[in-house]
């Protein structure tokens, strides 16, 4: 079955970076976007990054332009989220996320996503 596992989280200070993983498995990976949102307590769920299939193409929220960047190891299975100059509104829980290249690869929106990781917890404070 579909599995997806983030890895990475934790608390941090302000400024500060943190990487997240995720590995996959049990679908066929290389033809898949891979997504991470996050939720912080009270908010909806936002889409942060998404990756195509190749990882031509990568999809940024306005609100991590410049200080976060998405890579994937295709040979790996694995997708990796580097945040750099963390905030406190940085703070949520981060999940990673699959759909299709003509689904979630066009659109990285919740609605869009087969398949769920169980999320890893993200905490910036001072």
């Known amino acids: 079955q579909v599995q997806l596992v983030e890895s990475g989280g934790g608390l941090v200070q302000p400024g500060g970076s943190l990487r997240l993983s995720c590995a996959a498995s049990?679908?066929?990976?290389?033809?898949?976007?891979i997504g991470w949102f996050r939720q912080a307590p009270g908010k909806e769920r936002e889409g942060v990054s998404c990756?195509?299939?190749?990882?031509?193409?990568?999809y940024y929220a306005d609100s991590v332009k410049g200080r976060f960047t998405a890579s994937r190891d295709n040979a790996k299975k694995m997708v990796y989220l580097q945040m750099n100059s963390l905030k406190p509104e940085d703070t949520a829980v981060y999940y990673c996320?699959?759909?299709?290249?003509?689904?979630?690869?066009?659109?990285?929106?919740?609605?869009?996503?087969?398949?769920w990781g169980q999320g890893t917890q993200v905490t910036v404070s001072s």
């Open positions: 996320a699959t759909g299709a290249d003509y689904g979630l690869g066009a659109r990285c929106r919740d609605t869009r996503v087969d398949y």
């Open positions: 049990g679908f066929t990976f290389d033809y898949y976007t």
């Open positions: 990756i195509n299939s190749s990882g031509s193409s990568i």
